[in-house]
């Protein structure tokens, strides 16, 4: 089993995350933003990624502290998991529906992190969360777990598709990705390390 806990604590946020990418998609969840939550459940639920995550942070202040954090240690868990990364899949993608929201992910376990976001709303507010922190939060994940990803909202009226949509599919890409394939041996590239 590939699992990894991480630990977190700065003066604004407590974070602890505990992964098992060999899961069957089985949460325990709880942060101070309920929204954040109910997007973890999802993101463990279709990664059929075991997940553990508590998550205390000064939203008072802003919820921008404690997304972020969430997302910077969401990230090194996965790598942290991912261990030598022999016979992964490497890349993974994904394009998922919601209604009328359509959302495409592509990731390459690259160990050279870039993060594309494009299409999603910028200056709206859901759940008194502004729309922006989940660029934020996949930034820090993509950056922390040191993988390309790219993430496009092709359409989509209702941010709450949006946001859902965008961690289901991520999930459903990682999954992907993070899978071991027998056929490949050692390290899937030509260097011999990612």
């Not at 942290?80 to 390459?108: C, Q």
């Amino acid at each position: 089993m590939r699992k990894a806990t991480v630990k977190r604590v700065t003066s604004e946020t407590s974070i602890e995350i505990l992964i098992n990418l060999d899961g069957s998609g089985d949460y325990k969840v709880k942060t101070d933003v309920p929204f954040l939550t109910h997007m973890l459940e999802l993101f463990s639920k279709h990664g059929l990624f075991d997940l553990e995550v508590k998550a205390t942070g000064d939203v008072e202040v802003d919820y921008h502290h404690l997304i972020e954090d969430v997302g910077i240690v969401l990230g090194e868990v996965v790598k942290r998991a991912l261990g030598s990364k022999k016979s992964i899949n490497r890349y993974g993608f994904f394009t998922l529906p919601m209604d009328e929201t359509l959302i495409s992910v592509a990731v390459d376990l690259s160990g050279r992190p870039y993060f594309v976001y494009k299409g999603f709303p910028q200056m709206a507010t859901l759940m008194g969360i502004e729309f922006d922190l989940f660029r934020e939060f996949w930034k820090s994940f993509a950056f922390s777990l040191e993988c390309n990803l790219h993430i496009n909202c092709h359409y989509g009226l209702n941010l709450h598709h949006i946001a859902e949509g965008t961690f289901k599919c991520v999930a459903r890409a990682l999954k992907m990705a993070v899978d071991i394939d027998e056929k490949i041996k050692g390290i899937p590239s030509t260097k011999g390390k990612l």
